[in-house]
Structure formats: C-alpha cells, structure tokens
C-alpha cells in the first residue's frame, strides 16, 4: 500500500449538488496532485498543491478548487456537479514536486 | 494534438507471448518518463522508470527515444497477471504527471 488515503471511496451525488473529496498524504509527502479519471480514459490532471499553495492547474473549469492543509491532506471541492464529473478521483503525494507520485485507491463518483 | 498518445488497444495475446506498446509524446521539454499499470477499477501504479539508456526489469524492457519523443515498453513471456491497463506518462519540470489514455493488455491461456 502507498500510505495515501482517500476518502469517501464511492459517493453518488445529484446534478447540481456540491461534493467534497479528502486526501491524506503519504508521511513526510508535501505534494499532492488531483487527477479525474473518466471510463476508458488516462488520468486527467486537475491541479496540484505544493506545501499549501497551487502549484499549477489542468483544463479544468473553476467549480474544481481545492486546498492542502498544514499537514499537507488536501480536499478537492466541486460545486454545480454535472453528469459529465461523474469519474474516478485519484489523489497522487510526493516527497517534493519532481519526485515519483503514489496514488490513493481513488473516489469514484458518480452523478446522477 | 494529445501530449502523450499512446497505440490503440486491446492487445489480446496468448500466455508466453512478447507484446511491445508504444507512446509518442509532444513536449520536447518532458524531463521523466514511466511507465505505470492500472488494473480495473484500482489506482494506477509505477510499473517502471524509463531512461535514455533503456532499462530492464524482469521481463519488462523500457527505452526512451528523446529525438524522436518516443517511448516503448516492452514485455516478453507474458503471463496472466500481466493483464492491465499500462499507462505511458510523461513529466515535466515543476507540473504534476501527464498520461496516455493507457492501453489495454489481455493475455489469455
């Protein structure tokens, strides 16, 4: 196991509604990077925080935010969910920003 | 065009076969290269780094082609557990990874 924990890891929601999804990083990790992952597709990159600040953000509208906390657990928000959210959400930690990444089991969402 | 394509699949091969996956990548200015695998419904995972100077694993081979943005894997005696979903990914300095849309790998007995 990588140590990387995400939470919830199924969750349905209704077009419209807002939905929080919780990573905790491996220890000693201080990067975490969100990725949407849709049927049949590659991960999507969504964005990325380094040591609590946004280090860089994918083609992703701005109803996608998150945030890292001080011991570096993030939360990734979506509001106004549409059908289309409806994927796997992966969570990725490293050491630093250019070090390999480990993924958490992923929350799958779906949006009905 | 993708930053990382990567070869159509399914790839349905037999027990013992070699079967080789390529991916191209756009960005010239990509500094790291791996290859992850990704069994259904699970997260993916680091199968392997790539290197300019080719690397081995087992029976996994990797090789980077910088000048030519070309990345391959290849896998020889495939075994049962070797089917997967194996996901080309490419990174660049200070962003988080890019993937292919992965390929996926069914080997049969």
């Known amino acids: 196991e990588t140590g990387v924990t995400q939470s919830p890891t199924h969750l349905i929601k209704t077009r419209g509604q807002q939905v929080t999804l919780r990573c905790s990083s491996q220890s000693g990790h201080n990067t975490v990077s969100w990725y949407q992952q849709a049927l049949g597709q590659g991960p999507q990159f969504i964005f990325q925080y380094y040591r609590e600040e946004e280090n860089g953000r994918g083609n992703f509208p701005p109803r996608f935010s998150g945030l890292q906390f001080p011991n570096y657990s993030s939360e990734l928000n979506v509001n106004a969910l549409e059908l289309d959210d409806s994927a796997l959400y992966l969570c990725?930690?490293?050491?630093?920003?250019?070090?390999?990444?480990?993924f958490g089991q992923g929350t799958r969402l779906t949006v009905v | 065009r993708k930053e990382v394509e990567q070869d159509p699949g399914p790839f349905n091969v037999p027990e013992g076969a070699t079967v080789a996956f390529n991916c191209t990548y756009s960005n010239s200015a990509s500094q790291s290269f791996f290859w992850y695998r990704q069994d259904c419904r699970k997260e993916p995972k680091l199968l392997m780094s790539v290197y300019s100077s080719g690397n081995e694993d087992g029976r996994f081979t990797a090789q980077l082609n910088r000048a030519s943005q070309y990345i391959s894997l290849l896998i020889r005696d495939s075994k049962l557990s070797d089917s997967a979903t194996y996901l080309c990914v490419v990174h660049q300095a200070g962003t988080a990874l890019i993937f292919g849309k992965g390929t996926t790998l069914s080997v049969s007995s």
């Open positions: 990725a930690s490293s050491p630093e920003i250019s070090e390999e990444a480990f």
